[in-house]
C-alpha cells in the first residue's frame, strides 16, 4: 500500500476517508459489502501507473468514513450524493466510474441520476435492474425467498448485529467473502444467516491475512451496523426511485461478471442479462463474463484492471 495517500474530506454533510494515487483524469473506485478502499489496491497501483488519478473512498457507513447511526441516512440519494460531492472536493466536473457488489449498485444511480458527471462506467457483480412497479424490495424477497433469505434477515435493527456478535471480525469477514452456500443465501427457519454460512478454513490466493486482518482491524472500530443500513434503506429507495421509472443509462458502460458468481447464476440472472434484458436499460453497453466468482476485482485482478483501462482508454475526456 506504499505510495498511496490518505485523507478525509467532507462531502454531502460528512466525512469520508478516500485512498488515491496518481495524476491524470479521475477514477472512482466504489467498494460493496462488506469491503473497504483497499478491495482496490491493484486497481489503485496499475490505474495511476497508466496516468489516471485514482481514489477509491471508504463509502458512508464504512471504515474510516463517518456511520450515521439512522438507516434512513443510507438512501441511494445520499449514496450518490456522497460521491458528486467529493466530485466537487476534489475539483473533478467527471470522472471515469468503477462500482463492485454494493458499489455497483451505487454506481448504476450515480448514472442514472447525474449522467453528466460520468465519463464511462466498468460495473462488477451486480446488473442493473429496474425498480419493479409494484413490489417493494422486502415484499418480494419475502415472496420469492422467505424469511431466511440474508436481506430480508438485515432488515431488522439489531438483528444481524446481535448474531455477528458471537463471532470475532475475521470470521464474520471470511464467512461473507468466501462464501460456499446453495443457490439462494437463505437459512433454514430459525437460522440466522451468519450460522448459515460455512467458515472456510483457508483463504483463497486471491487474499492474504494481513489484507483480512485490516480490514477486520477496521469492522472491529466501526462495528456492522453502517454497512447492513444499505440493506435496511431498500424500501425507502423503492419510494424515492419513482420518478426514474423506466429511465435508460445513457452512460458508456462495460458489465463484467464471474460465470461462478452466485449472483450470476441465481435470481434468473444470467438469462437476465445474456437474454438482453440488462442492454435494453443500458443501451450503450458492453458485457463480458470471465472465469471468476463475485468478488472478481482480486480474484481476477490483473484481468479485470486491464479490462477497465482499455474500456476507459476508448472513452477519451472532451
Known sequence: MSEITHRRIQAN????????KGKGPLVLLIHGFPELWSSWTYQIDHLASHGFHVVAPDMRGYGDS?????PTSYTILHLVGDLIG?????????????????????????CLFR???????????????????????????????????????????????????KYDCVTILKKFLFINAPDLLAAPPRVEIIDFLENPSSLPPWITQEELEFRASKFRKAGFTGALNYYRAMDLNWELLRPWQGAKITVPTK????????????????????????????????????????????????????????????????
Do not use: C
Open 66 to 70: 463517518d456511520s450515521p447511526a439512522d
Open 13 to 20: 454533510g460528512i466525512w469520508m476517508h478516500i485512498a488515491e
Open 115 to 165: 449522467p453528466d458527471r460520468v465519463q464511462a462506467l466498468v460495473n462488477l457483480s451486480i446488473p442493473y435492474r429496474p425498480r419493479s412497479p409494484e413490489l417493494k424490495p422486502t415484499q418480494a424477497f419475502n415472496q420469492f425467498f422467505g424469511a431466511g433469505f440474508y436481506v430480508t434477515q438485515f432488515q431488522e435493527l439489531g438483528r444481524a448485529e446481535k448474531s455477528f456478535s
Open 86 to 110: 467529493l466530485l466537487d472536493e476534489l475539483g473533478a466536473k467527471k470522472a471515469f466510474v468503477v462500482g463492485h457488489d454494493w458499489g455497483a449498485e451505487v454506481a448504476w444511480h450515480f
Open 255 to 318: 458489465f463484467i461478471v464471474g460465470d461462478k458468481d452466485l449472483g450470476f447464476q441465481s435470481f434468473g440472472t444470467k438469462d437476465y442479462i445474456n437474454g438482453g434484458g440488462l442492454k435494453s436499460f443500458v443501451p450503450d453497453l458492453e458485457v463480458l463474463v470471465i472465469d471468476g466468482h463475485h468478488f472478481i476485482q482480486q480474484e481476477k485482478a490483473k484481468e479485470v484492471t486491464q479490462e477497465i483501462l482499455s474500456f476507459f482508454k476508448n472513452q477519451s475526456l472532451p
